[in-house]
């Protein structure tokens, strides 16, 4: 069923950007790196190119479904979402994350609010959709990586690929033992009928103007003081001192060799910069093969939960709303840093 609808959008924004002044103010004045001019650069900035992407993302499902589009969008996923009993919705959901992660899931809280999805339908697309994220920065990072690291670095995306590729199968097993059959794939079904061309264009026209000025608003009411929030507490450092214990943590506990603490810290600090110190102790050889491979899915594992806070928790709890965004930030994350878990103990014992 459809979710009920906030009554006054406009006036809980109001609440929210005065909320966010005063945290604003309050920084300003309260911590000698942050001035007004950083915040129009490094927060205004990217903040209203977030809140663009996700109007783009809004605006898109609608269009896409009210035009009558998702089955053929989803096209090329089709056999695999049928067994998984996700539809052709969460599949067309699934084909536009390989484009963006943003539209992705601003398709599918649209198709949840209409009640054309269930929640277990949202949440495992959500999670299946880690798989295209997977490809959607690949051709950058692999050219970056490989000269970087050689060997080490390919059977690093080998063990991240195949722990994508593992908890995505899986996850489709567990809709197909656990889901019904969506309404929308039953033959011959009445909601199968599709309107005439200027129909749905009418249609699409009409919704749009109905439903995207509401939801752009409710989706800032959250994003926008959250991603404050967040960046107020990058500024105070916060995230570097979690990112730093978390390190220290796990290489003084499991893994206490000082050459790998070196490789772990870089990495959790920067992308680029773990690869490259990694590159620089394997060719000294300070390092084997497989010791490499060990510390950067360590780092790996270690990184992308912080960075996940830090990046995706205000677009994901202004997309779905606070609960259900902090539900599938954390279950998603879970998965992932689980997977990879996995792969790397697997990878110990029998590389």
């Given at each position: 069923m459809a979710r009920k609808k906030a009554k006054h959008p406009y006036r809980a924004l109001a609440v929210s950007l005065g909320?966010?002044?005063?945290?604003?103010?309050?920084?300003?004045?309260?911590?000698?790196t942050l001035n007004w001019p950083v915040v129009g650069g490094r927060l205004i900035r990217p903040l209203l190119r977030l809140l663009g992407f996700i109007l783009v993302g809004l605006a898109a499902g609608q269009v896409i479904e009210a035009m009558g589009w998702t089955r053929a969008l989803a096209l090329a996923a089709r056999p695999v979402f049928r067994f998984g009993r996700l539809g052709h919705r969460c599949g067309a959901a699934f084909m536009a994350a390989f484009v963006s992660g943003v539209t992705a899931n601003a398709m599918l809280v649209e198709f949840y609010r209409d009640g054309k999805i269930s929640r277990q339908q949202l949440f495992l697309t959500n999670f299946v959709n880690q798989f295209p994220a997977f490809f959607l920065h690949l051709p950058t990072t692999f050219f970056i990586v490989i000269p970087l690291t050689g060997r080490a670095g390919a059977l690093y995306f080998l063990l991240t690929f195949t722990a994508a590729l593992l908890r995505t199968l899986l996850l489709l097993c567990y809709g197909r033992l656990r889901l019904p059959l969506p309404p929308a794939?039953?033959?011959?079904?009445?909601?199968?009928?599709?309107?005439?061309?200027?129909?749905?264009?009418?249609?699409?026209?009409?919704g749009v103007r109905r439903k995207l000025p509401r939801r752009i608003t409710m989706v800032a009411v959250y994003v926008v003081p959250i991603y404050v929030a967040v960046f107020m507490a990058n500024t105070m450092g916060w995230f570097d001192f979690m990112r730093d214990a978390l390190a220290h943590l796990v290489v003084s506990s499991f893994i206490p060799v000082e050459s790998l603490s070196v490789v772990v810290l870089s990495f959790v600090a920067e992308f680029t910069s773990g690869f490259a110190a990694a590159g620089a102790l394997l060719d000294a050889g300070v390092l084997?093969?497989?010791?490499?491979?060990?510390?950067?899915?360590?780092?790996?594992?270690?990184?992308?939960?912080?960075?996940?806070?830090?990046?995706?928790?205000?677009?994901?709890?202004?997309?779905?709303?606070?609960?259900?965004?902090?539900?599938?930030?954390?279950?998603?994350?879970?998965?992932?840093?689980?997977?990879?878990?996995?792969?790397?103990?697997?990878y110990f014992l029998v590389g």
């Open positions: 909320l966010t002044l005063i945290m604003l103010t309050a920084g300003v004045y309260g911590l000698e794939e039953v033959p011959a079904a009445a909601s199968d009928h599709r309107p005439t061309r200027g129909t749905r264009w009418k249609d699409m026209l009409a084997t093969v497989k010791q490499t491979v060990l510390a950067l899915l360590t780092g790996n594992v270690l990184a992308f939960p912080i960075r996940a806070l830090r990046h995706q928790l205000p677009h994901y709890m202004g997309i779905f709303e606070p609960k259900m965004g902090a539900q599938l930030l954390i279950m998603g994350q879970a998965l992932r840093v689980g997977s990879v878990a996995l792969a790397g103990v697997v």
